[in-house]
């Protein structure tokens, strides 16, 4: 069992940056492929973002490649999402997820066992 809390969200205009982080607590952090979704209103929830176990293999949507980065401290068991150049579109509630199973990345939502409570980040226009 391992539990998730996200941080960093918040109001941003257009074309700034942001930082999520995500803590753990529970069984060891570095034995979970960590992922990043996120959900806007009225939508399906959608994947951002993935890291390896030791944080050397990451993936990205096509809609953050180049403005989103991923990157994990296993001492700290804790992973982040810089967000940079934001956009209105990337309003929608931010998820952290822990995978438990699979020795790779994956973008697939049900491929993750334990998620956080969420975090919100409105971009304005």
């Known amino acids: 069992q391992v539990q998730l809390v996200e941080s960093g969200g918040g109001l941003v205009q257009a074309g700034g940056s942001l930082r999520l982080s995500c803590a753990a607590s529970g069984r060891t952090f570095s034995s979970y492929v960590m992922g990043w979704f996120r959900q806007a209103p009225g939508k399906e929830r959608e994947f951002v973002a993935t890291i390896s176990r030791g944080g050397k293999n990451t993936g990205y949507a096509d809609s953050v490649k180049g403005r989103f980065t991923i990157s994990r401290d296993n001492a700290k068991s804790t992973v982040y999402l810089q967000m940079n150049s934001l956009k209105p579109e990337d309003t929608a509630v931010y998820y952290c997820?822990?995978?438990?199973?699979?020795?790779?990345?994956?973008?697939?939502?049900?491929?993750?066992?334990?998620w956080g409570q969420g975090t919100q980040v409105t971009v304005s226009s």
């Open positions: 997820a822990a995978d438990s199973q699979s020795p790779i990345i994956t973008p697939r939502g049900n491929s993750y066992d334990y």
